[in-house]
């Protein structure tokens, strides 16, 4: 059974019209948990246009970031700056695509249109491997070396909050979060997760 990972979130009060929310994650033993995925979903969120285009490069035999979070729609392009050639894959459900051995940068990168968990890695070095999460929403964000992540300047109202961690199937789940511009008790939700390096796959 995998240890609990602790999300503690406290609200601190915004300048003007939003507030800061800061997410503390710690996995089951009270360490902080870095690299950990939080996002934030309401029926009062706006649409955005296509989201900005991400890369996830390969350095060292190594893919750099290893966990990322974009929003669904995003094209996200696998560049090579090794010496060596790669060939990046999933067969992830959320999207299943392989990038044929290659150097340098593929002509076309990859759209993410559907949410969920993906892995990835590379047909050629068995020790590659990433993950990216494809969520619903454009407030996210993913913990520093001290397991913590803000988000800065939200509007009031009432959010939900999730979060993923590499080695889970799917996110946590959702709960309510109300945003004010005032101080608001710190809450607590658990993910089933471990920090990477210490048995997640």
Same mark, same amino acid.
């Given at each position: 059974?995998?240890?609990? @990972? @602790?999300?503690? &979130?406290?609200?601190? $009060?915004?300048?003007?019209?939003?507030?800061?929310?800061?997410?503390?994650?710690?996995?089951?033993?009270?360490?902080?948990?870095?690299?950990? !995925?939080?996002?934030?979903?309401?029926?009062? +969120?706006? $649409?955005?246009?296509?989201?900005?285009?991400?890369?996830?490069?390969?350095?060292?035999? *190594?893919?750099?970031?290893?966990?990322?979070?974009?929003? /669904? =729609?995003?094209?996200?392009?696998?560049?090579?700056?090794?010496?060596?050639?790669?060939?990046?894959?999933?067969? %992830?459900?959320?999207?299943?695509?392989?990038?044929?051995? #290659?150097?340098?940068?593929?002509?076309?990168?990859?759209?993410?249109?559907?949410?969920?968990?993906?892995?990835? =890695?590379?047909?050629?070095?068995?020790?590659?491997?990433?993950?990216?999460?494809?969520?619903?929403?454009?407030?996210?964000?993913?913990?520093?070396?001290?397991?913590?992540?803000?988000?800065?300047?939200?509007?009031?109202?009432?959010?939900? &909050?999730?979060?993923? #961690?590499?080695? +889970?199937?799917?996110?946590?789940?959702?709960?309510?979060?109300?945003? /004010? /511009? *005032?101080? %608001?008790?710190?809450?607590?939700?658990?993910?089933?997760?471990?920090? !990477?390096?210490?048995?997640?796959?």
């Amino acid at each position: 059974m995998r240890a609990a @990972a @602790a999300l503690l &979130l406290a609200v601190a $009060p915004g300048i003007g019209w939003g507030a800061d929310l800061r997410v503390a994650v710690e996995d089951g033993l009270g360490r902080p948990l870095p690299e950990a !995925i939080v996002y934030l979903s309401s029926p009062a +969120l706006l $649409p955005v246009g296509v989201p900005a285009p991400v890369s996830i490069d390969q350095r060292d035999r *190594q893919f750099v970031p290893r966990v990322s979070v974009v929003q /669904t =729609g995003t094209a996200v392009s696998f560049p090579n700056s090794d010496q060596v050639r790669h060939s990046v894959y999933s067969f %992830s459900r959320p999207k299943v695509f392989t990038l044929k051995l #290659y150097a340098g940068k593929p002509a076309n990168p990859v759209v993410f249109d559907k949410p969920g968990p993906v892995v990835l =890695g590379c047909n050629i070095h068995d020790e590659m491997v990433a993950w990216l999460l494809v969520v619903d929403t454009p407030l996210f964000g993913k913990t520093d070396a001290t397991g913590q992540y803000v988000f800065h300047g939200l509007k009031p109202g009432d959010y939900q &909050l999730s979060g993923w #961690y590499p080695g +889970l199937e799917n996110p946590s789940a959702a709960k309510p979060v109300s945003i /004010t /511009t *005032q101080d %608001s008790p710190a809450q607590r939700v658990h993910l089933d997760a471990r920090p !990477i390096g210490e048995g997640a796959p």
